[in-house]
């Protein structure tokens, strides 16, 4: 709705994006590689050089939900991270 009224938070837009496609790539590979191969995409759509209504960026949006959604679904990623895991590695990086 208010992308129709040329109402767009870009920088929320973007991070939705940005979130979505980590999410996608985490899902699919296990890891999550930097830079992102979408980062100068969402770049250019944090100041709004991609237009909206054109892109169809909120139906965009939805179906990589959607998409992630289902891939998740069919994980065998773990529900829950190991936190004793991330402690200890913590707790490494420290004292070196």
Not at 28 to 50: C, F, N, Q, S
Request: with cysteine; charged share 35%.
């Amino acid at each position: 709705r208010n992308a129709k009224d040329g109402k767009i938070e870009w920088k929320a837009l973007a991070h939705a994006f940005r979130v979505a496609l980590q999410a996608r790539e985490i899902v699919e590979t296990g890891d999550l590689v930097y830079p992102l191969k979408d980062a100068d995409y969402l770049r250019d759509m944090r100041l709004g050089k991609i237009d909206f209504m054109a892109n169809s960026l909120d139906k965009r949006l939805d179906d990589l939900i959607a998409e992630v959604q289902t891939k998740m679904d069919a994980s065998d990623l773990p529900n829950k991270s190991d936190t004793a895991w991330c402690d200890r590695f913590i707790l490494n990086a420290y004292s070196l």
